[in-house]
C-alpha cells in the first residue's frame, strides 16, 4: 500500500439551496470534525434490498390524498414528536436510540430502476459504472484496519442469497478482502455454515501441512506485486485460523443462544440473520452486512413453513403492496413474488427483529462502538399506481442509523405531504452515507488507496459525512 500522499479529494454537501462555495466550506469542517469524533469501531449494516416503502413505515404521511394514502395508522415511538407507522410498533419504542434522516436521495442517472445497480450502490457507496469498478465498503475497511478477530473474517454477509447479492464486488483490492458470505437458510434449525471444518482431516496433520506451505518460497503465478503476495499469505493465514479455532464455530452457531432470545428476534429467517449480525459483532468482525429475504420455505418454531406464492421477498412491492398474502395478482406485473408490507415475511418480522436487535446490542454494550444502518437502495412512489402497488422512487428515502455516537431520538430533513420530495434545507446521498461510515471509523478520505496500475482512489470522494450523526 502506498504512503498518503496528502491530495484532498473533492467535497460536496448536496445542499439544496446552498451556494457551491459554502457547500465546500462546510463538507471540509464536516469531514475534520467527523473524524475528530470517530467512534465507531464495527459496523453492522442491514440491507432491506428492493426499495422499502418509507411512506409505509418511517415517514408517516397522514395528510396525503386518500387515494394515495398509506392505510397504516401514524403512531407515536418513545420520543415526543416523532411518528412512525404501526407498522412499527416494536422498534416505534426504541426511537431514543435511533436518527432517523428522511432526507436521503439517489440523483444519479440510470441507477433508479436497476436492483442490481442499487444493490451495488450500497455495497460499494459508489454509483456503478465508473472507469474502475469500486469494491464494496466492507472490503475496503477490511484492507484499512484489518479484524479484530484473527479467527474470523474480517468482513461477512448473513447469508449474501439475496436476489442482488451477486452485485458484492472485490473491484481492484486483493482477493484476501472479498465479503465472506455464509449462505443458506438460517432459520433451519439444523443450519450450518458450509465447509467450517476440517473435513474429516485430523488437526494435528492439518496444521504440520499448513506449517509446510508457509516454508515453501512457491511465488504466486500471476501475481507479481509484493503487496497481493502478502495479501494471499494473509488469507491464508487466516483460513488456517478459521479451521482450527473453536471459538470460530462458536462465533457461527445459533444454538449457543438462549431459547427465550432467539424467539424475542424471531425464529424465521431475518429474526436469525439479526441475531448472528449480532453475533459476529460480539465477536469482533469488523464490518457485517445482514442482506435478508425471507425464502419461500422458512421455518416457525422449528417446523417448515411455505410461503404460498412468496417466490422473491424482498420489497420491490410494484403489485398489490398491501395484500393480505402473496402479491401475484391478475394483470399484475414485476411485482408478483412479495407478500403484503404488513405481513410476517415482511415488516412483520423486520419490525421484532429490529427493535430486539437494538436492545440487545444496547444490554451487552455493543451500541457504543457500533455503527447500525437500516438502509435500502430507494424508497416507493408517493401515488399508488393501476396494480395498487408502489413503484421505485429515488427522490426521497428514509436511512435509520443508531450507536457509535449518533445521537438517539432524532429525525433530520424532512419531505412534502405526500412524501414525493425532500423540503428541508440539506440532501443526502449515498455517497455521503459511505462517508459517514468511513469517517465513523475514523479512516482519513484525504489519503488515497490505490489500483495495481498506481491510479490514487479516494474514499467517497464525492461524498461528505451527514453531520447530524457526529
Same mark, same amino acid.
Not at 131 to 144: G, R, T, Y
Given at each position: 500500500m502506498?504512503?498518503?500522499t496528502g491530495?484532498?479529494g473533492r467535497r460536496s454537501f448536496i445542499?439544496?439551496g /446552498? ?5 465546500q466550506?462546510?463538507?471540509?469542517i464536516?469531514?475534520a470534525f467527523?473524524?475528530a469524533?470517530?467512534k465507531a469501531k464495527q459496523?453492522l449494516?442491514?440491507?432491506e434490498q428492493?426499495?422499502?416503502s ?9 395528510d396525503?390524498v386518500?387515494?394515495?394514502r398509506?392505510p ?6 418513545n420520543v415526543p414528536g ?5 407498522l ?8 431514543d436510540?435511533?436518527?432517523l434522516?428522511?432526507?436521503?436521495t439517489q440523483?444519479?442517472p ?11 450502490y450500497i455495497y460499494s457507496g ?7 469498478e469500486?469494491?464494496d465498503?466492507?472490503s475496503v475497511?477490511?484492507m484499512?484496519?484489518?479484524?479484530n478477530?484473527?479467527h474470523?473474517?474480517s ?6 442469497t439475496?436476489?442482488?447479492?451477486g452485485?458484492s464486488r472485490i473491484?481492484?483490492l486483493p482477493?484476501?478482502?472479498?465479503v465472506?458470505?455464509?449462505?443458506g ?5 439444523n ?10 482431516i485430523?488437526?494435528g496433520r ?7 506451505l508457509s516454508?515453501?518460497d512457491i511465488g504466486?503465478?500471476g501475481r ?13 493465514t487466516?483460513a488456517?485460523?478459521?479451521l482450527?479455532n473453536p471459538?470460530t464455530?462458536?462465533?457461527f452457531?445459533l444454538t449457543?443462544?438462549?431459547e427465550g432470545l432467539?424467539?424475542r428476534?424471531g425464529?424465521?429467517?431475518?429474526g436469525?440473520c439479526?441475531?448472528?449480525?449480532r453475533?459476529?459483532?460480539?465477536s469482533?468482525?469488523?464490518f457485517?452486512?445482514?442482506?435478508v429475504r425471507?425464502?419461500?420455505?422458512s421455518?416457525?418454531d422449528g ?6 406464492g412468496?417466490?422473491? /421477498? ?9 395484500s ?5 395478482i391478475k394483470?399484475?406485473?414485476?411485482g408478483a ?6 405481513t410476517?415475511?415482511?415488516?412483520g418480522?423486520l419490525?421484532q427483529?429490529?427493535?430486539t436487535?437494538?436492545?440487545d446490542?444496547?444490554e ?7 455503527l447500525v ?10 401515488k399508488i399506481?393501476?396494480?395498487?402497488g408502489r413503484d421505485?422512487?429515488t427522490h426521497?428515502?428514509?436511512f435509520?442509523f443508531a ?11 424532512a419531505?412534502d405531504p405526500d412524501g414525493?420530495?425532500?423540503?428541508s434545507?440539506k440532501a443526502?446521498?449515498i ?6 461510515i468511513?469517517e465513523?471509523?475514523g479512516l482519513?478520505r484525504e489519503?488515497p488507496?490505490y489500483?495495481?496500475?498506481d491510479?490514487p ?14
Amino acid at each position: 500500500m502506498h504512503c498518503p500522499t496528502g491530495r484532498i479529494g473533492r467535497r460536496s454537501f448536496i445542499g439544496l439551496g /446552498m451556494a457551491a462555495g459554502l457547500a465546500q466550506f462546510d463538507a471540509s469542517i464536516a469531514s475534520a470534525f467527523a473524524r475528530a469524533q470517530g467512534k465507531a469501531k464495527q459496523v453492522l449494516v442491514l440491507f432491506e434490498q428492493g426499495g422499502v416503502s418509507h411512506i409505509d413505515t418511517w415517514d408517516p404521511k397522514p395528510d396525503a390524498v386518500a387515494e394515495h394514502r398509506s392505510p397504516f395508522k401514524t403512531i407515536q415511538t418513545n420520543v415526543p414528536g416523532i411518528n412512525v407507522t404501526e407498522l412499527l410498533t416494536h422498534s416505534s419504542k426504541h426511537l431514543d436510540k435511533l436518527s432517523l434522516i428522511r432526507c436521503m436521495t439517489q440523483p444519479t442517472p440510470g441507477i433508479g430502476n436497476s436492483h442490481p445497480a442499487g444493490s451495488q450502490y450500497i455495497y460499494s457507496g459508489h454509483a456503478p459504472g465508473g472507469p474502475v469498478e469500486m469494491p464494496d465498503l466492507s472490503s475496503v475497511v477490511a484492507m484499512l484496519l484489518d479484524s479484530n478477530a484473527k479467527h474470523l473474517p474480517s468482513n461477512i454477509m448473513v447469508p449474501g442469497t439475496n436476489e442482488q447479492a451477486g452485485s458484492s464486488r472485490i473491484g481492484f483490492l486483493p482477493p484476501a478482502y472479498q465479503v465472506f458470505k455464509t449462505s443458506g437458510n438460517l432459520a433451519d434449525p439444523n443450519w450450518t455454515v458450509p465447509n467450517l471444518g476440517l473435513l474429516g482431516i485430523d488437526q494435528g496433520r492439518f496444521k504440520n501441512r499448513a506449517d509446510l506451505l508457509s516454508n515453501l518460497d512457491i511465488g504466486i503465478a500471476g501475481r507479481s506485486k509484493a503487496k497481493d503476495a502478502e495479501a494471499m499469505k494473509s488469507l491464508m493465514t487466516q483460513a488456517t485460523d478459521m479451521l482450527t479455532n473453536p471459538k470460530t464455530r462458536l462465533a457461527f452457531d445459533l444454538t449457543a443462544e438462549p431459547e427465550g432470545l432467539r424467539n424475542r428476534y424471531g425464529l424465521g429467517h431475518r429474526g436469525q440473520c439479526y441475531l448472528l449480525g449480532r453475533k459476529l459483532i460480539e465477536s469482533g468482525v469488523r464490518f457485517v452486512t445482514c442482506d435478508v429475504r425471507e425464502p419461500h420455505q422458512s421455518f416457525v418454531d422449528g417446523e417448515a413453513k411455505t410461503y404460498d406464492g412468496g417466490t422473491n /421477498m424482498n420489497w420491490d412491492h410494484h403489485d398489490a403492496i398491501y395484500s393480505e398474502s402473496h402479491t401475484n395478482i391478475k394483470g399484475g406485473g414485476p411485482g408478483a413474488g412479495r407478500y403484503g408490507i404488513h405481513t410476517w415475511p415482511m415488516m412483520g418480522s423486520l419490525d421484532q427483529a429490529f427493535a430486539t436487535l437494538l436492545e440487545d446490542m444496547d444490554e451487552r454494550g455493543l451500541l457504543e462502538e457500533t455503527l447500525v444502518c437500516l438502509v435500502s437502495e430507494f424508497g416507493r412512489t408517493p401515488k399508488i399506481n393501476n396494480r395498487q402497488g408502489r413503484d421505485h422512487w429515488t427522490h426521497a428515502f428514509t436511512f435509520i442509523f443508531a450507536g457509535a455516537g449518533v445521537p438517539g431520538g432524532q429525525v433530520f430533513g424532512a419531505t412534502d405531504p405526500d412524501g414525493g420530495y425532500i423540503t428541508s434545507s440539506k440532501a443526502y446521498t449515498i455517497e455521503d452515507y459511505a462517508a459517514t461510515i468511513y469517517e465513523k471509523l475514523g479512516l482519513d478520505r484525504e489519503s488515497p488507496i490505490y489500483t495495481p496500475d498506481d491510479r490514487p482512489i479516494f474514499l467517497s470522494k464525492d461524498g461528505s459525512p451527514i453531520s447530524e450523526l457526529f
